[in-house]
Nanobody
Framework: QVQLVQSGGGLVRPGGSLRLSCAAS????????IGWFRQAPGKEREGVSC????????TYADSVKGRFTISRDNAENTVYLQMNSLKPEDTAVYYC?????????????????WGQGTQVTVSS
């Protein structure tokens, strides 16, 4: 089964940029639909973005459309989340999640495998 290791994140000023990485081991990442999720203090986890394993199509939460970009590099076995024009309300712990290829659930709703999470703080 796949293991996911995240990197990136940190403290950035409003309007700044960060890139999160989600690197896979144990299996080939292009078999998996991958999502990015976030959870702010006192709030429920929310889906941020999703990239399909079948056709590479992407979806975004309305709150991040036009600012965030999800991509995958199959040669590096890694999925990225490029975050631009960051706002204080983007502050959260971000997680990547992978759907088992045999999962019957809709894409990026209940991942079977999770990264360890990384803190993103947007503050002046």
């Amino acid at each position: 089964q796949v293991q996911l290791v995240q990197s990136g994140g940190g403290l950035v000023r409003p309007g700044g940029s960060l890139r999160l990485s989600c690197a896979a081991s144990g299996d080939t990442l292009d078999y998996y639909t991958i999502g990015w999720f976030r959870q702010a203090p006192g709030k429920e986890r929310e889906g941020v973005s999703c990239i399909s394993s079948t056709d590479g199509s992407t979806t975004y939460a309305d709150s991040v459309k036009g600012r965030f970009t999800i991509s995958r590099d199959n040669a590096e076995n890694t999925v990225y989340l490029q975050m631009n024009s960051l706002k204080p309300e983007d502050t959260a712990v971000y997680y990547c999640g992978a759907d088992d290829p045999e999962s019957p659930t809709p894409p990026c709703t209940l991942p079977d495998f999770w990264g360890q999470g990384t803190q993103v703080t947007v503050s002046s």
